[in-house]
């Protein structure tokens, strides 16, 4: 198919699809159309070769954004009643490479209310709903983006993460998600909630994928990035099946608070990995039962001060939700005391995942991405062998760590509930590492592939 028949392919299923879904909030039809007539035009598809000018692997290929991305001429509203108007007048820095790279943007992608959020459940423009389930959710904050790429209403999404905010709507919707090391993708012009953890990343719906959107807005080029540009990456990537990996399980936490059929899939996970010849290490990271507490006390106080400088608020107090208003007053208590004892449990998890990584030659931590598969549409509670957790912090608990640490993370599928729901599994690694953590990620997906897709079907299919 060209760019052309592609981009009208996907607009005319958002046309059928996204009335049930809500992935998007907003659809730029018109400059997508301009976009692959341009792409058509560069890569000669009905012209003369000799004037061919190739872009690289996303060349042509229709994306979406995360809506709190800046995008010149295109409204950013960031899931939020205070910015539903703004339309801002230049482009992020990472729409500008990946408009150079020559890529299609389809729209922006529905998220939770300034990205406070775990579930996309957003009062101002409705609630993202899981493709596999329209009664679930998509998880969040970057549920649009997930939920777009599950429903085949895009084939790349960036998003951000601040405390799994990629790798949980990822994990949800059975999609790949990809949280680089803090500083390796720039944040300028995107609309922060806690700045010293935010970070853009993309969502794909494989490794390989990933990797190639990540390797076209890096801040930082990584050492696979040049010379041989993708084909040296997929070179890399094909050399994980071969490669012997050693992988830590860590004994706090992690593993602490699951639900049997996430459980379950996890171990069959280890079993796969082990059977590839994966070395597994068990290990102690005593620091991590303190990751939630730390993270929460630093993005509470970031965010809060962000909406001040801003002016927002609390100036704009009606405009915003009660749940997200309720948490940037809880950053406006949180003593200077607790900030600063939150940054030192902050460095010393740093120097621990180190100490962890060189004492025991991994490659990667591996464990599950969320202790639950996607929960009800305005389900609070979840029962956990007769226990009642809060559903959001069940979401965000496995996924502190990385964040407060500012190391990658990556999600892949693993496995489908009984009720066709699927789980997510995690590798995380070390800064500087985002290389080694695809090759891992992409070596477990070259052995399990989800046995199920969506079945969804645009009125204009039927």
């Not at 949280?179 to 990343?201: H, I, N």
């Not at 704009?316 to 949180?334: F, H, I, P, Q, T």
């Not at 509670?381 to 069940?394: E, K, S």
């Not at 590492?433 to 477990?444: I, N, T, Y």
């Amino acid at each position: 198919m060209s760019p052309l028949e592609l981009t009208r392919f996907l607009l005319d299923r958002i046309r059928g699809l996204n009335p049930s879904i809500n992935a998007y909030i907003t659809v730029s039809e018109e400059l997508a159309i301009q976009a692959a007539k341009q792409a058509e035009r560069e890569l000669c598809i009905r012209g003369q070769a000799k004037s061919r000018q190739d872009r690289g692997p996303l060349h042509g290929i229709p994306i979406s954004l995360k809506d709190n991305i800046y995008t010149k001429g295109i409204r950013t509203t960031a899931g939020s009643k205070v910015l539903e108007h703004f339309v801002p007048r230049r482009d992020a820095p990472l729409v500008t490479a990946l408009q150079r790279a020559g890529a299609v943007i389809l729209g922006k992608t529905n998220m939770h209310e300034f990205a406070y959020g775990a579930t996309t459940e957003n009062p101002h423009f409705g609630t993202t709903r899981n493709p596999w389930d329209t009664q679930r959710i998509a998880g969040g904050s970057s549920g649009g983006s997930a939920a777009a790429l599950a429903a085949g209403l895009c084939y790349g999404s960036i998003g951000t993460d601040t405390g799994g905010s990629i790798r949980i709507p990822a994990s949800c919707c059975g999609v790949v998600g990809l949280k680089p090391g803090t500083g390796r993708v720039t944040a300028e012009d995107v609309v922060a909630l806690a700045p010293t953890m935010d970070v853009v990343g993309p969502l794909a719906r494989g490794v390989q994928d990933a990797a190639l959107l990540l390797q076209v807005i890096t801040a930082t080029p990584p050492r696979w990035r040049a010379p041989g540009g993708h084909d040296a990456l997929a070179a890399r990537l094909s050399t994980s099946q071969r490669r012997k990996v050693c992988l830590g399980v860590p004994k706090e936490f992690f593993l602490d608070v699951l639900d049997p059929e996430v459980r379950a899939a996890f171990e069959a996970a280890l079993r796969l990995l082990r059977n590839q010849g994966a070395r597994l290490q068990n290990l102690s990271l005593p620091l991590s039962t303190e990751t939630e507490n730390a993270r929460n006390s630093i993005a509470w106080v970031e965010a809060t001060q962000y909406h001040q400088h801003s002016g927002w608020f609390p100036q704009r107090a009606a405009d915003y939700s009660d749940e997200v208003y309720k948490r940037l007053e809880l950053g406006a208590k949180v003593t200077a005391l607790e900030y600063l004892q939150a940054q030192t449990v902050r460095e010393n998890f740093k120097q621990q995942l180190i100490e962890a990584f060189a004492a025991n030659g991994l490659h990667a931590l591996v464990v599950p991405t969320t202790p639950i598969p996607a929960p009800l549409i305005g389900q609070a509670t979840v029962a956990i062998q007769g226990h009642d957790y809060p559903t959001r912090a069940l979401l965000l608990r496995l996924n502190h760590a990385a964040n407060l640490a500012g190391v990658p993370a990556i999600t892949v599928p693993c496995g489908l509930t009984k009720m066709g729901l699927p789980i997510g599994l995690q590798f995380i690694s070390l800064w500087d590492k985002e290389a080694s953590l695809l090759q891992v990620a992409h070596g477990f997906e070259q052995q399990y592939r989800l046995p199920a897709y969506p079945q969804l079907q645009s009125p204009d299919e039927n």
